[in-house]
């Protein structure tokens, strides 16, 4: 149990353009979803919290504009890079966490992204 | 601040050795405390957490974890490692409640020789 899926696993898009990347929880309704981003051989940082229903909140530093997510439902969180440019290339990976206020997630596979 | 600190960033050990990956925490109460296995290109795999009660926590693949309040430590071993275990590591904190975040470590690159 406790699958969260992430997609695609991997993208590469030219400068400019907007890439989704799907997160979803597979068996079990998570009412908050976590991004997060990886540069190499680094540690995980938190991007932003994403609540089902409502609006993400960002951490600092964060561009909101730049990185749209969407929780429309229970099971499906959505981050999209817009005008992606080379810098924005890195591993994202989400996780999600079942019920209310639980303190553990579960964390999807991630998603490399390219940008050229 | 709260904060997550794994003091090595690499560490090798010959295969069939014993692991030892020290983690440090600075957080005003004991917090939730997990450690977590990531291989390359992969996302993070739950090796075990500990909550409250026994401060041994056994997790999966072999690996333990002890809780020690007076160090501010959760340090992960395993007692002979394998070749499929050269892995990066993380160890998180949780400070418990819905409005915390997880924090992670900086992250140990474990490298297995044979």
């Known amino acids: 149990g406790a699958v969260v899926s992430q997609h695609p696993s991997r993208v590469i898009c030219k400068s400019g353009t907007s890439v989704k990347i799907e997160c979803r929880s597979l068996?079990?309704?998570?009412?908050?979803m976590f991004w997060y981003r990886q540069f190499p051989k680094q540690s995980l940082m938190l991007m932003a919290t994403?609540?089902?229903?409502?609006?993400?909140?960002?951490e600092q530093g964060v561009e909101k504009d730049k990185f749209l997510i969407n929780h429309a439902s229970l099971t499906l969180s959505t981050l999209t890079v817009t005008s992606a440019h080379p810098e924005d290339s890195s591993f994202y990976i989400c996780?999600?966490?079942?019920?209310?206020?639980?303190?553990?997630?579960?964390f999807g596979p991630g998603t490399r992204l390219t940008v050229l | 601040a709260q904060s997550v600190t794994q003091p090595d960033i690499h560490i090798t050990v010959s295969e069939g050795a014993s692991l030892e990956l020290r983690c440090n925490y600075s957080?005003?109460?004991?917090?939730?405390l997990f450690w977590y296995v990531q291989s390359p290109g992969q996302g993070l795999q739950l090796l075990l957490k500990?909550?409250?009660?026994?401060?041994l926590v056994q997790g999966i693949k072999g690996f333990e974890a002890e809780f020690k309040r007076s160090q501010s430590s959760f340090n992960l071993r395993k007692p002979s490692v394998h070749w499929s275990d050269a892995a990066e590591y993380f160890c998180?904190?949780?400070?418990?409640?819905?409005?915390?975040?997880?924090?992670f470590g900086t992250g140990t690159q474990l490298k297995v020789e044979l």
């Open positions: 998180a904190a949780h400070g418990g409640g819905g409005g915390n975040k997880l924090t």
């Open positions: 994403s609540n089902e229903g409502s609006k993400a909140t960002y």
């Open positions: 957080y005003g109460a004991t917090p939730y």
């Open positions: 996780s999600a966490r079942p019920g209310l206020a639980g303190t553990e997630q579960f």
């Open positions: 068996d079990f309704q998570a009412t908050t």
């Open positions: 500990y909550f409250s009660g026994d401060t």
